[in-house]
């Protein structure tokens, strides 16, 4: 089945040590999203990529990087994870961005947990 | 600026039906999607709207007013699966950005 898969689904980091979370999917879509999800909350968008032209939220940290070395992957990068930094990370696809072809399709997510 | 509102939380019957509102003001407009969330899990897509009127599939019904800046989601024959978070996002912006309410947790009772 057509998915979009998300590796580990639960990391657990110590307080400034670099962390990355993986993201790949298996349905050819052209954009690719990260999302920060905490407790309660919407999903804030952190930055996405149209192919390969990388789109960063305005109040995305610093601290928290991405690459998309192709179709199929991406990465989230944390460079020096801070106790706030602890949440639920999505990532999404879509196959565009106008109407339906806007439609997300949502990972299982990763939990960060840092110590 | 952007700004998505929904109620924080519901309760409702089973077997009952529930309407689940959301209102929006945001930079352009290029649709509007539902989302459930059950805890924990990732957002899994209900339904899109893009014309003013009501989107009906099975159990769920969504509905549009684009001059009023208003959807609503109808769950109708209520089941205890259906306690969950449901996420209102609009279709927004020059990149077309989906922008999230921060969800109305319905907890379904017997």
């Known amino acids: 089945d057509a998915m979009v898969i998300q590796n580990p689904r639960y990391q657990v980091t110590q307080f400034g040590k670099p962390v990355t979370l993986s993201c790949s999917q298996t349905?050819?879509?052209?954009?690719m999203y990260w999302y920060q999800q905490k407790s309660s909350q919407a999903p804030k968008l952190l930055f996405h990529?149209?192919?390969?032209?990388?789109?960063n939220e305005a109040d995305t940290p610093d601290n928290f990087q991405s690459r998309r070395p192709n179709t199929s992957f991406c990465f989230l990068d944390i460079r020096s994870p801070g106790l706030g930094d602890a949440a639920m990370y999505l990532c999404?696809?879509?196959?565009?961005?106008?109407?339906?072809?806007?439609?997300?399709?949502f990972g299982p997510g990763t939990r960060l947990t840092v110590l | 600026g952007q700004n998505i509102d929904q109620p924080t939380e519901m309760t409702a019957t089973e077997g009952a039906i529930v309407q689940i509102n959301c209102t929006y003001q945001?930079?352009?407009?290029?649709?509007l999607f539902w989302y459930q969330q059950h805890a924990g899990e990732a957002p899994t897509f209900l339904s899109y709207?893009?014309?003013?009127g009501l989107e009906e599939k099975g159990r769920f019904s969504s509905f549009l007013s684009r001059s009023k800046g208003y959807s609503y989601l109808l769950l109708k024959e209520l089941q205890m699966k259906d306690s969950a978070s449901y996420l209102c996002?609009?279709?927004?912006?020059?990149?077309?950005?989906?922008?999230f309410g921060a969800g109305t947790r319905l907890a379904v009772h017997p």
């Open positions: 996002a609009v279709l927004s912006g020059g990149y077309n950005k989906l922008i």
């Open positions: 990529y149209y192919d390969k032209d990388f789109n």
């Open positions: 999404a696809t879509s196959r565009g961005q106008g109407g339906l072809t806007g439609e997300q399709f």
């Open positions: 945001t930079s352009g407009f290029n649709g």
């Open positions: 709207n893009v014309l003013d």
């Open positions: 349905l050819n879509h052209n954009v």
